[in-house]
């Protein structure tokens, strides 16, 4: 477009926008302001669909069975348009539909397919992995066995030198010195799926330290996720039992 044009159909005459944001499930132009909120047709669609796909959560510690709720996030006009899923180890496999609810029926890692089609018949495709009962993919994300599936915190965690654990790798005795300005924390260790294996109490600290040993003799070998919860901050850390 090299020149200006008018593309006021269906606008007010005058307003003061405070969003403006496209609309492509009904390729609208939508504007909202502090006399109401108006839309009008796309001046020019994009040249390509853009699949995405959103899911309300994209791993579990829960066991087979738990449902997932999948919706279309495409950049995509929905009338006219054809939707293909794919869903590994899941029931039901396959949908036609912009959203569909699945059930996992095996642990591991699944993949999700989503193609779609437009009303011209372009052609766009996204994946994506969902993992059940599997590794976490982030120390960031950590799951709770009382509220399985939800993360704890998904927020960046500083993990600095202000906690030592030693000796790790471990044969089962840890040492931790803790520098904090929280007065209450709790420990907690979590297995690779988010399994709650420990929760105790660690004593108050002393001029902002505390040091405090643990004995985790009593688990498998592997690693593990070490959580010290405080009132005002947290840190993580990963262990291995040897």
């Given at each position: 477009m090299t020149?200006?044009?008018?593309f006021?159909?269906?606008?007010p005459?005058?307003?003061?926008a405070?969003k403006?944001r496209?609309?492509y ?8 302001s ?7 047709t796309?001046f020019?669609r994009?040249?390509m669909p853009?699949a995405?796909?959103m899911?309300d ?7 087979v ?12 006009k929905?009338e006219?348009?054809q939707?293909?899923w ?11 539909t ?5 059930t ?18 372009l052609?766009?495709?996204?994946t994506?992995?969902?993992?059940i ?9 950590l799951?709770?066995?009382?509220n ?9 965690f500083d ?15 840890l ?5 904090t ?10 297995n690779?799926?988010?399994k ?40 993580i850390?990963?262990?291995?039992l040897?």
């Open positions: 020149d200006w044009m008018d006021s159909d269906g606008l005459a005058v307003s003061t405070q403006s496209p609309f499930r009904d390729d609208k132009l939508r504007i909202s502090t006399k109401g909120m108006w839309e009008s796309l020019q994009p040249n853009f995405q796909i899911v959560r994209i791993e579990t510690c829960a066991d069975g738990s449902t997932f709720r999948f919706v279309d996030y495409s950049i995509l929905h006219g348009a939707w293909e794919s869903f590994e180890g899941a029931t039901p496999a396959t949908a036609s912009w959203f569909s609810e699945v996992f029926n095996t642990p591991g890692t699944h993949q999700v397919i989503l193609k779609i089609t437009d009303d011209r018949g052609i766009d495709s996204d994506l992995e969902i993992n009962g599997g590794t976490l993919p982030s120390i960031d994300i799951f709770d066995q009382e399985c599936g939800d993360p704890v915190s998904t927020t960046a993990n600095n030198k202000s906690l030592l654990i030693s000796p790790n790798p471990t044969s089962g005795v040492n931790l010195e803790y520098n300005i929280s007065k209450k924390n709790i420990l907690k260790v979590f690779p799926s988010g709650l294996l420990l929760k105790q109490a660690l004593p108050e600290p002393i001029n902002g330290k505390i040091e405090q040993t643990i004995n985790i003799s009593h688990l498998p070998k592997g690693a593990y996720l070490l959580k010290i919860e405080g009132t005002d901050e947290i840190r850390e990963k262990i291995i040897l």
